[in-house]
């Protein structure tokens, strides 16, 4: 696993993550012109992804497959530098007919604390709280 940064011109840079590029910027405000994503959004990004194929792949050890899953991770960011995470909050939502609700919440609590290494080290760092949902409502 590596990743390089290599700076193009202003405040973008070419990003090569394990073969796979992408571009990130900063936003106007701080010298960037927003030709991609700044680096926080994507810590959030990675929580996200790690945690949903967790829980997809928990999920489909049981033989259940949802027709729509998605996760977001929102926060908001201290006021003084370093500007870090304030608390990490996961929504999860399911959706789909006749699924066991207690095993929609083990393969969510799974991920979380035994599989997602990115949820391991957000943790160590703020508060992850978790929502989950199940066809629009709270569970």
């Given at each position: 696993m590596d990743s390089t940064v290599t700076w193009n011109e202003g405040m973008a840079f070419k990003v090569d993550v394990d073969g796979f590029e992408m571009t990130i910027d900063a936003a106007p405000e701080h010298g960037g012109t927003g030709k991609g994503?700044?680096?926080?959004?994507?810590?959030l990004t990675a929580l996200a992804g790690c945690t949903a194929m967790d829980v997809i792949a928990i999920l489909g050890k049981m033989r259940i497959t949802p027709s729509a899953f998605s996760v977001s991770a929102d926060t908001e960011?201290?006021?003084?530098?370093?500007?870090?995470?304030?608390?990490?909050?996961?929504?999860?939502?399911?959706?789909?007919?006749d699924l066991a609700i207690d095993r929609l919440k083990r393969a969510v609590e799974l991920s979380e604390t035994r599989y997602c290494g990115v949820n391991a080290m957000v943790s160590k760092a703020t508060t992850v709280r978790t929502?989950?949902?199940y066809n629009g409502e709270q569970i």
């Amino acid at each position: 696993m590596d990743s390089t940064v290599t700076w193009n011109e202003g405040m973008a840079f070419k990003v090569d993550v394990d073969g796979f590029e992408m571009t990130i910027d900063a936003a106007p405000e701080h010298g960037g012109t927003g030709k991609g994503p700044t680096p926080k959004p994507l810590m959030l990004t990675a929580l996200a992804g790690c945690t949903a194929m967790d829980v997809i792949a928990i999920l489909g050890k049981m033989r259940i497959t949802p027709s729509a899953f998605s996760v977001s991770a929102d926060t908001e960011l201290t006021e003084q530098h370093p500007k870090v995470f304030k608390e990490v909050v996961l929504t999860y939502r399911f959706e789909g007919e006749d699924l066991a609700i207690d095993r929609l919440k083990r393969a969510v609590e799974l991920s979380e604390t035994r599989y997602c290494g990115v949820n391991a080290m957000v943790s160590k760092a703020t508060t992850v709280r978790t929502v989950v949902f199940y066809n629009g409502e709270q569970i």
